[in-house]
Nanobody, 129 residues
């Protein structure tokens, strides 16, 4: 059973907003403060790319340049969930969004998945008029 499950995607017009959720499976004992957690996306015909990450402490966050100022990553440890608030969405944000544990150098997350071979089903985000 995969430890992280994505949800919250949908169809939205340009300029719209969505909030994605990445929920940890309590049955596995995995908690969102065990590892740094990142969001990744894959557009049709393109390679998967890192979008954002949040450190194990929850203090440090990182974003790819083209989402800075529009996307916000956060977490709720009590709900064992990491969120990605996406505002001012653009057609180029379209893709399947995945979450996964990421690397972390001391206190700073890196938007690179710990296991490039372990991905869930993701959640589809489509930005279109």
């Amino acid at each position: 059973q995969r430890q992280l499950v994505e949800s919250g995607g949908g169809l939205v017009q340009p300029g719209g907003s969505l909030r994605l959720s990445c929920s940890a499976s309590g049955a596995s004992g995995f908690t969102v403060d065990t590892y740094a957690i990142g969001w990744f996306r894959q557009a049709p015909g393109k390679m998967r790319q890192g979008v954002s990450c949040i450190s194990k402490s929850g203090v440090n966050t990182k974003y790819r340049d083209d989402v800075k100022g529009r996307f916000t990553i956060s977490r709720d440890v009590a709900k064992n969930t990491v969120y990605l608030q996406m505002n001012d969405l653009r057609p180029e944000d379209t893709g399947i969004y995945y979450c996964a544990p990421t690397y972390e150098v001391p206190a700073v997350c890196v938007i690179v998945a710990l296991n490039e071979n372990d991905w869930g089903q993701g959640t589809q985000v489509t930005v279109s008029a």
